[in-house]
Nanobody, 117 residues
């Protein structure tokens, strides 16, 4: 299983970005998907997750109401739409795939999001 994130970049505070994470290998619908981030000098942090079918979503308090996670099982892709970005959102964003039967967890290499003030 390989995960490839895209969509990161530089954006001004208050702006928006949409990240994508494309999975290759495995049966995508058997994986719960998540987004995590790590800011410079800070610990790895949970951002959002979505269930296998997409019916359930979960968010950290810091992004609730601003970020939206979604998935397209036909495209083997999970998305993270980020609105009202602030400099505190600057981080490397990585996606994660958790397989429901084997309990294996996979990670992408991440995409950098930089929010300027």
């Amino acid at each position: 299983v390989k995960l490839l994130e895209s969509g990161g970049g530089l954006v001004q505070a208050g702006g928006s970005l949409k990240l994508s994470c494309a999975q290759s290998g495995g049966t995508f619908s058997s994986y719960a998907m998540g987004w995590f981030r790590q800011a410079p000098g800070k610990e790895h942090e949970f951002v959002a997750a979505i269930s296998y079918s997409g019916n359930h979503t979960y968010y950290s308090d810091s992004v609730k109401g601003r970020f939206t996670i979604s998935r397209d099982n036909a495209k083997n892709t999970v998305y993270l739409e980020m609105n009202s970005l602030s400099p505190e959102d600057t981080a490397v964003y990585s996606c994660s795939a958790y397989e429901r039967y084997t309990k294996m967890n996979y990670w992408g290499t991440g995409t950098l999001v930089t929010v300027s003030s």
